[in-house]
């Protein structure tokens, strides 16, 4: 493989959605956002992408059956609401550069296609004991003003590393309205509260309601 391949399993009918960023990090906060986002709203797997900018390994299920590491697209469509849902199993590298330019990039043009105007990543930021807070990042102050009204603090220590930075810094450039929302995390290991706590938080932007047994 030579270049990123999308793999399309089938195309959905979405009115101008907001592209929703949750991918592995820091406490895996962002992964775990995204899955608890899938499963509530009810969101379909319709595209796959594969990239030789992933690591060199392959995942096996419990079936012993291997795959390539890959990101996921999924799509959910409600009166209100019309999303795209990404994730996936890995990121490039962080001190790969040009990769992480190029696939976030080339994400971004597919989303698009599906006349996407918003952006939201997840991810977490790192303290010292766990909290419930949440912070923001945006590409306005305007917009920061109105997500901060809601309740999340912002976010003003200068970096966000890796896709979840760089999705929100790049969608500005082309236009696109973005926030990015931080559960606060100690990082060692994954962690649901703090995903819990943006979940939350992100059904309260999207005006749904959540199940508190989640």
């Known amino acids: 493989m030579d270049k990123t391949i999308f793999h399309e399993l089938f195309k959905p009918k ?3 959605p907001t592209l929703i960023v949750g991918l592995p ?6 992964k775990i956002t995204a899955k608890l986002l899938i499963r509530f709203a009810n969101a379909k797997p319709f595209a796959e992408l594969y990239s030789p900018f992933f690591p060199d390994y392959v995942l096996i299920n419990p079936e012993g059956i291997c795959r390539p590491p890959r990101y996921e697209f999924y799509a959910s469509s409600t ?7 990404l994730t996936g199993d890995t990121q490039p590298s ?5 990769a992480h330019y190029e696939l976030c990039n080339e994400i971004l043009d597919h989303s698009l296609e599906y006349q996407t105007q918003s952006l939201i990543t997840i991810g977490g930021v ?6 419930k807070e949440v912070y923001v990042a945006a590409t306005s102050h305007e917009l920061a003003t109105e997500i901060m009204s809601k309740g999340a603090l912002i976010y003003g220590k200068g970096r966000i590393m890796g896709g979840t930075g760089l999705f ?3 969608a500005k450039e082309r236009g696109l309205k973005g926030i990015c929302l931080l559960g606060a995390t100690t990082g060692t290991k994954p962690d649901k509260g703090a995903a819990l706590e943006v979940f939350k938080f992100l059904t309260k932007i999207l005006e749904t309601k959540v199940n508190e047994a989640l």
């Open 14 to 16: 979405l009115k101008k």
């Open 25 to 30: 990090g820091f406490g895996n906060v962002g």
């Open 79 to 85: 009166e209100k609401t019309n999303l795209i849902i």
């Open 94 to 98: 962080l001190d790969d550069v040009v």
């Open 126 to 131: 790192p303290v010292s004991t766990p909290t």
């Open 168 to 170: 929100l810094g790049l």
